[in-house]
């Protein structure tokens, strides 16, 4: 099975330019996740959606910061305009939103951005 | 809010040393415990889990038990192999994973042949 599908893998942009990064989540999994890793903060978790709605927007660090899921099977996240400081790597991962105690998150291998 | 702290390292040892990472949360209620590996350009993969207080998650030889009273989650392997070598990640979740998880900000172990 193919796991969480990232795009691009790498960006680089300059300072005030719009970037898109797309994640395609494993087939069946309804929740998915979008996370930030920096050396100074670490990971750090973005944006949530459940069955395609955002559910916690609280670590969407301002408004330049926007993410959409139009369907199970495509999310997008856009930084407009970018930034210096935005120069991060950026996880998509997905889970199984079911009974139970405990869901895994699948991570995709990332999108590394260079904000110029 | 939730938090979790770990060693951040790097930790350096000898093949077939013995490891202990130390990892302690702080959460209200009863979260679900998590360690994540990093391979270098690599996304993060699960390595073990754990739901409840005693609980012990374990895989490819590493461990971790719940530890309710201490609140920590330490990650322990008896012999450690140069293919260990990568970043671990401690993580939390309130919601047993359908929310959002908190990370600490991982430790980095190398092995020496």
């Known amino acids: 099975d193919a796991g969480v599908i990232q795009s691009p893998r790498h960006e680089v942009t300059e300072m005030g330019q719009e970037v898109t990064l797309r994640c395609k989540p494993i087939?069946?999994?309804?929740?998915l996740f979008w996370y930030r890793q920096t050396m100074m903060r670490g990971l750090e978790l973005l944006i949530y959606f459940n069955n395609n709605v955002p559910i916690d927007d609280s670590g969407m660090p301002e408004d330049r910061f926007s993410a959409k899921m139009p369907n199970a099977s495509f999310s997008t996240l856009k930084i407009q305009p970018s930034e210096p400081r935005d120069s991060a790597v950026y996880f998509c991962?997905?889970?199984?939103?079911?009974?139970?105690?405990?869901?895994?998150?699948?991570f995709g291998p990332g999108t590394r951005l260079l904000v110029l | 809010g939730d938090s979790v702290t770990q060693m951040e390292g790097p930790v350096t040892l000898s093949e077939e040393a013995f490891l202990t990472i130390n990892c302690t949360y702080t959460?209200?209620?009863?979260?679900?415990l998590f360690w994540y590996v990093q391979y270098p350009g690599e996304g993060l993969q699960l390595l073990l889990k754990?739901?409840?207080?005693?609980d012990k998650g374990s895989n490819k030889g590493f461990e971790a038990t719940y530890r309710k009273e201490t609140t920590s989650f330490h990650l322990e392997k008896g012999s450690v192999q140069v293919s260990d070598s990568a970043v671990y990640f401690c993580a939390l979740s309130a919601g047993g994973g359908a929310d959002g998880l908190t990370f600490g900000k991982g430790t980095h172990l190398i092995i020496q042949p």
């Open positions: 959460a209200t209620g009863y979260p679900s």
């Open positions: 087939s069946g999994h309804n929740s």
């Open positions: 991962a997905s889970s199984r939103l079911a009974g139970g105690t405990s869901k895994t998150q699948y």
């Open positions: 754990a739901t409840k207080a005693d």
